[in-house]
C-alpha cells in the first residue's frame, strides 16, 4: 500500500508541507552476512533498506514485520531494535512534491519464512548485497547504514 488512509486524510488538508512521521526500516540479514535491499518502483536515486510508515494503533515492531512481509512477500523472526533516527538526512521529497521528515526506528531482523520477491507494487527490484559490496544507495538508506555501523564512514 503505497499511502495509508490516514496520511492520505493529513494530506488532503496540509498538501505537500513537510509532515513529521513515524517509520520503520528493517535490515534484514541471511545467513551469510549478506543485507537485504531494495529498488522502489519509479525510483532512480538507489537501492534502499525496506520499510515504511508506522499505521495508527501499530507498534513499530509490527510494522517492521508488516512492511517486510507486504514489500518482499517474506517473514521475519522477532525484529531487534538497533536505533531511532531522524534529521536532516531522513527528510524526503516524492516527485509528487510531497515532503516527509521521517523518525525511523531501525530494526534487524533475519528471514524466518519465505524466499524474498518484490511486489511489483511499491518494490521493482531487490537483491542480497555484502556490506563490503554495496551497490548505490539513496541518501537516507546510507546515512542509516553509516549509523547502525553497517556502512564505513
Known amino acids: 500500500m503505497a499511502m495509508s488512509p490516514h496520511l492520505a486524510r493529513l494530506r488532503a488538508l496540509i498538501g505537500h508541507e513537510q509532515i513529521l512521521l513515524p517509520s520503520v526500516s528493517v535490515i534484514v540479514t541471511d545467513d551469510r552476512g549478506r543485507l537485504l535491499l531494495v529498488r522502489h518502483s519509479g525510483d532512480h536515486d538507489g537501492w534502499a533498506v525496506p520499510g515504511g510508515a508506522v499505521d495508527l494503533g501499530e507498534s513499530p515492531a509490527r510494522a517492521a514485520a508488516r512492511e517486510i512481509l507486504e514489500e518482499t512477500g517474506i517473514r521475519i523472526g522477532e525484529p531487534r531494535l538497533l536505533d531511532v533516527l531522524g534529521g536532516a538526512d531522513y ?61 564505513a564512514g
Not at 516527485?95 to 533475519?110: C, K, L, W
Not at 548485497?129 to 542509516?144: E, I, M, S
Open 91 to 151: 527528510e524526503v521529497t516524492y516527485p509528487n512534491g510531497d515532503r516527509v521528515a521521517y523518525v525511523t526506528a531501525v530494526y534487524r531482523a533475519d528471514v524466518a519464512d519465505g524466499t524474498p520477491a518484490p511486489d511489483r507494487e511499491e518494490i521493482s527490484e531487490l537483491g542480497w548485497f555484502a556490506p563490503q559490496q554495496l551497490p548505490d544507495l539513496n541518501r537516507f538508506t546510507a546515512a542509516l547504514l553509516r549509523a547502525t555501523g553497517h556502512l
